[in-house]
């Protein structure tokens, strides 16, 4: 199993400002993700960030408003960039291992 | 690339009733299928998962699904609703070998007394 924890667990942050969420994992794991749950809706896969490489961005997402680090095997952060109020989420890490886990979340208000 | 649609986002049953969620998946290669479940302000929780062994699939606090290929369908049943049941529940497929999760839209489930 993995435990999955995010930092911070909620923020509210003003427009045209950027914020960035950590994600710490207790095991070492090679793949990760990220994902947002809009209000009400369902979670969309933002990135994928495999130690050692790139993020590998979904479409409609873009590095320059979602950068993501991964500089380990236990962490990643990814930043929402000069944000509006439609990047109002909750922003979730996950990882795979034999399973997939999903951290607690980020909720994100931009006002 | 894989994905799934939920077929209804909403659906209320009463207490004791019957509890069918559907979710169909499409997928160009043997799929992992998943039921996960978010209760309201929590995070994600794996209620049951499909990994190509017993097309019937028992998960936690009473739930089951079927895999049956010939109608793409991965259906969350439970045969009586408890009110604690009423929560978010998603539907997500990998590939075989593919590493992301995608989710279906989710369904909503209401437990009337």
């Known amino acids: 199993s993995a435990v999955i924890s995010q930092k911070p667990s909620r923020d509210i942050c003003q427009r045209g400002t950027s914020l960035t969420i950590q994600c710490q994992v207790d095991s070492q794991v090679t793949m990760m993700f990220w994902y947002r749950q809009q209000p009400g809706q369902s979670l969309t896969l933002i990135a994928t960030a495999n130690q050692g490489s790139e993020a590998t961005y979904e479409s409609g997402f873009v590095i320059d408003k979602f950068p993501i680090s991964r500089p380990n095997l236990t962490f990643s952060t990814l930043t929402v960039s000069n944000m509006s109020p439609e990047d109002s989420s909750i922003y979730l890490c996950?990882?795979?291992?034999?399973?997939?886990?999903f951290g607690p979340g980020t909720r994100l208000t931009v006002l | 690339a894989q994905s799934v649609t939920q077929l209804g986002s909403h659906v209320s049953v009463s207490e004791g009733a019957l509890v069918l969620l559907r979710c169909n998946y499409s997928?160009?290669?043997?799929?992992?299928l998943f039921w996960y479940v978010q209760y309201p302000n929590q995070g994600l929780q794996l209620l049951l998962k499909y990994t190509s062994a017993a097309t019937l699939v028992k998960g936690i606090n009473g739930f089951e699904a079927e895999f049956k290929k010939s109608e793409t369908s991965f259906h969350l049943t439970k045969p009586s609703a408890h009110m604690s049941d009423a929560a978010e529940y998603f539907c997500a497929v990998t590939g075989y070998n593919n590493n992301d999760m995608r989710f279906g839209a989710g369904t909503r489930l209401t437990v009337k007394p």
């Open positions: 996950s990882v795979r291992t034999a399973e997939q886990f």
């Open positions: 997928s160009s290669v043997p799929p992992y």
